[in-house]
């Protein structure tokens, strides 16, 4: 029932920060939010995601003190921001919704964006 749509990514040297931005076509407060990525020759992997109840995060391993995921339930949108990026976090990212509880899971998920180039040069 929700559109969504990324942008913010692009290139960036090893180090460098980044943010990305999910625009929902509506309200997004029934939604358990996640990012999402996706790099050549991968399958899709977790990022990090924020509960549409309580607000509590998960962030996977690899991205944890990093990168923090935040919402903006007023404005419909979803923010990633990447910081000390590093070559591996090369990918395409994805915005993710789904109904109830967060889940790390992409199966799960019901909703999802076109998704956003991440480069990081070293």
């Known amino acids: 029932q929700v559109q969504l749509v990324e942008s913010g990514g692009g290139l960036v040297q090893a180090g460098g920060s980044l943010r990305l931005s999910c625009a929902a076509s509506?309200?997004?407060?029934?939604?358990?939010m996640a990012w999402f990525r996706q790099a050549s020759g991968t399958e899709r992997e977790i990022v990090g995601r924020?509960?549409?109840?309580?607000?509590?995060?998960y962030y996977a391993d690899s991205v944890k003190g990093r990168f923090t995921i935040s919402r903006d339930n007023a404005e419909n949108t979803v923010a990633l921001l990447m910081n000390s990026l590093k070559p591996e976090d090369t990918a395409v990212y994805y915005c993710?919704?789904?109904?109830?509880?967060?889940?790390?899971?992409?199966?799960?998920?019901?909703?999802w964006g076109q998704g956003t180039q991440v480069t990081v040069s070293s």
């Open positions: 993710a919704a789904k109904t109830g509880r967060s889940s790390s899971y992409a199966t799960s998920y019901n909703f």
């Open positions: 509506g309200p997004i407060n029934r939604y358990s």
């Open positions: 924020v509960s549409w109840s309580s607000g509590g995060a």
